[in-house]
């Protein structure tokens, strides 16, 4: 079984199944200092969790929402639709995203499923406007979202969260400059800005 067909037979119940400190994300979600204005690229939106809290910041239509599960997205676009964001079906990892298109790029709660880490980041940086912000936000603690996904099913059961400084070390190899790095027993952030466009492998 596929990753877009182990979240697809999940959508219509995932909200009972994953539950999110609403709390905790409004305070990750600070941590991007989104302007009102700001185009914002929701990565793995899932059922659409965080797109009521970024319309607080910026109006709808500036938001966009990508998903492989195409039932994920049905269920973000019937719970959401009326917000006016555009919602994409597809792999943030090799997706053609316009260059240069969002000031704030997030990735809540979905970077321990993406199997090419380093290979998003970088198609993620090349969507980035100058200056903009790559965050990769997580609601609770690596060890307890590795220890759910270790127990899990097989599909997803090897999908682990890196420790946050080597996810910054990284972002510092490609040309960014990390502003938040938290790794606790509360929540995991790695915020970091795209300075130059000119960093490689």
């Not at 709660?109 to 406007?129: E, T």
């Amino acid at each position: 079984m596929s990753k877009e067909q182990f979240f697809n037979e999940r959508a219509k119940n995932w909200d009972e199944i994953s539950k999110n400190d609403m709390t905790k994300v409004d305070m990750l979600t600070r941590l991007l200092l989104i302007q009102e204005r700001d185009t914002i690229l929701d990565v793995g939106t899932g059922t659409g969790v965080l797109l009521p809290v970024l319309s607080r910041y910026t109006r709808g239509e500036n938001i966009t929402a990508i998903d492989i599960a195409e039932d994920m997205i049905a269920v973000a676009r019937r719970k959401f639709g009326d917000l006016g964001c555009s919602f994409i079906l597809g792999d943030a990892v090799t997706y053609p995203f316009r260059p240069e298109s969002f000031d704030v790029i997030v990735c809540y709660s979905v970077f321990p499923h993406i199997d090419d880490k380093p290979g998003m980041i970088k198609n993620l940086m090349a969507a980035l406007k100058n200056g903009g912000l790559l965050a990769i936000l997580h609601s609770c603690s690596k060890e307890r979202i590795n220890g759910v996904h270790v127990h899990a099913h097989r599909d997803i059961s090897l999908d682990s969260l890196p420790p946050a400084e080597t996810v910054a070390a990284l972002m510092r190899k490609l040309g960014m400059k990390p502003e938040a790095v938290i790794d606790n027993s509360e929540m995991y952030a790695v915020c970091a800005r795209h300075i130059c466009r000119n960093a490689s492998f």
